[in-house]
């Protein structure tokens, strides 16, 4: 009967609507279902789930609500701003207030090191970055069509990208040998298979710098990336939502700088994606921006952008504080100051319990190397241990395998979007974990050094009875044991 009912109302609805192609069937979401149904709070629910899951950068939220404070005229729901409500309140042109376009283009410097200028006639507003990548997709990729782009990466790109594009996404493969660095072999062979399964590459999309690795592109990586879709006549997407999180050196490169020195550049291949989600802390605004330098896709981008504007109230509030110099200065320094330290006490503390991150300078998370933890080193068996963490340990973390990390045992582990005592609970909670898993290793170990000599002394009798039939070294532990750590 249920079924039935199912049927019925499948039929109803569109192949959009009812098909798994969502791109949200993955332990990325399923983490967050997790915690949904079980929130950590450390009075209320102190064995609760903690959610190490989501790239929230909480860790600024006092200097906005300050200025807010300090500000009251930018809010027009205040007694000193209420006069510009009605205004405000209206329809305004989609193409975004000039004010607010102008400030964008200011902020956007400072946050690209003062290295490049933007041009407010380029940017095109969205609903996030989420938002801005999907535009981009509809502007330069019909259905069928493909990006090529570097794991791990970001997992809702799988539906923010394909979803109601249709576009497809061809993975060029990094490795862990060379830090997840993005090569020229590995982006002609990504582009190969394509051509032999008959796809057209339309482009590539980099997210710079990389969610989930928190490391930024060097200028030589940056270089290749562009003589690389010029020689293809394909275009680049680079998503620098992350830009202004780089807490240590080296310094960002935004690839507006790579492309104003590049004379063999054709620029209407180049197009970026930003938003205020993460850099400011503000994902809930929804304010993402398409910079384009190809006129066709700005004029086709505005009117797209239509489906996902940015309020106007937003626009408002936001065109006076990042105005404000100085406040914006401060922030942007403030900031990098609280994430190196957390990335500094974090890293430390999992490097105390033998648990080591790639060394990174970016981004809101740390990209955790938990392949000695693995009992078996497949996907299968990142899935195992992702599911007692989550289960057991009780934290929301996300596997290497919903980034599309061809290398099991990886984990993105997110750690601005808490306060120093619930980062603190984490800790603590990995440390009891790894404790237990090293004493069930050594029983484990003991049990097979125990099962070892017997058969070992079983063996040489064997041997001594039969030398042809029996191997000398009958036991062998997996170096993926989580006895030993692994050493690729
Ligand atoms: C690389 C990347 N792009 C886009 C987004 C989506 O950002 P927004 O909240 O602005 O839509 C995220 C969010 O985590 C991200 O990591």
Partial sequence: MALARNDCHHSLLSKLATSDSHGENSPYFDGWKAYDNNPYHPITNPQGVIQMGLAENQLCSDLIEDWVKRNPKASICSVEGVSEFKDIALYQDYHGLPAFRNAMAKYMRKVTGGRSRFDQDRIVMSGGATGANELLAFCLADPGDAFLIPTPYYPAFDRDLRWRTGVQLVPVVCESSNDFKITRLALEEAYDKA????????????????????????????????????????HLVCDEIYAATVFKQPDFISISEIVKDETNCNLDLIHVVYSLSKDLGLPGFRVGIVYSYNDNVVSCGRRMSSFGLVSTQTQYLLTAMLSNDEFVDNFIEESGRRLASRHKVFTQELAQVGINCLNSNAGLFCWMDLRPLLDNASHEGEMALWRTIINEVKLNVSPGS??????PGWFRVCFANMDENTMNEALQRIRTFVSKSKKSAKSRRWQSSLRLSFVSRKSLEDFSKNPSTVSPHPCVMSPHSPLCHSTT
Avoid: W, Y
């Fill in 195 to 234: 051509q032999e399964d008959n796809i057209k590459v339309k482009g590539v999309i980099i997210a710079n710098p990389s969610n989930p690795l928190g490391t930024i592109l060097d200028r030589e990586t940056l270089t290749s990336l562009v003589s690389f879709i010029n020689e293809k006549n394909i």
């Fill in 402 to 407: 919903s980034f599309h990390c061809p290398e």
